[in-house]
């Protein structure tokens, strides 16, 4: 069975920094891309970052350019966002995501190109 379990939420006040990991078991995903989405109360699920298999290319929404950097390391299966300079619009419940196709970044920043999620963290930013 293929979980994505996510750790490392929590509340900071703004311009603080949480590092968030993403742990993937039941499968490896070093040839799969992975991302981070979120999801604010009342609003749609929303892409925050990816990164290819290889972490030869990571994709950011604009919001977080320059503030949120994402990772992995594929021998621990794991994929982490750290997250500075946070502020209030980022409070949202953060999701971890996989994609099942291999060797394809193509569609990182579409929610249903993903086949794996996790259960998602809770970060909530106070001004």
């Known amino acids: 069975q293929v979980q994505l379990v996510e750790s490392g939420g929590g509340s900071v006040q703004a311009g603080g920094s949480l590092s968030l990991s993403c742990a993937a078991s039941?499968?490896?995903?070093?040839?799969?891309?992975m991302a981070w989405f979120r999801q604010a109360p009342g609003k749609e699920r929303a892409f925050v970052a990816a990164i290819r298999w290889d972490g030869g290319s990571t994709y950011y929404t604009e919001s977080v350019k320059g503030r949120f950097t994402i990772s992995r390391d594929n021998a621990k299966n794991t994929v982490c966002l750290q997250m500075n300079s946070l502020k209030p619009e980022d409070t949202a419940v953060y999701y971890c995501a996989a994609d099942d196709r291999r060797y394809y970044s193509g569609g990182y920043s579409r929610k249903g190109e993903y086949e794996y999620w996790g259960q998602g963290t809770q970060v909530t930013v106070s001004s």
């Open positions: 039941g499968r490896t995903f070093s040839t799969n891309t």
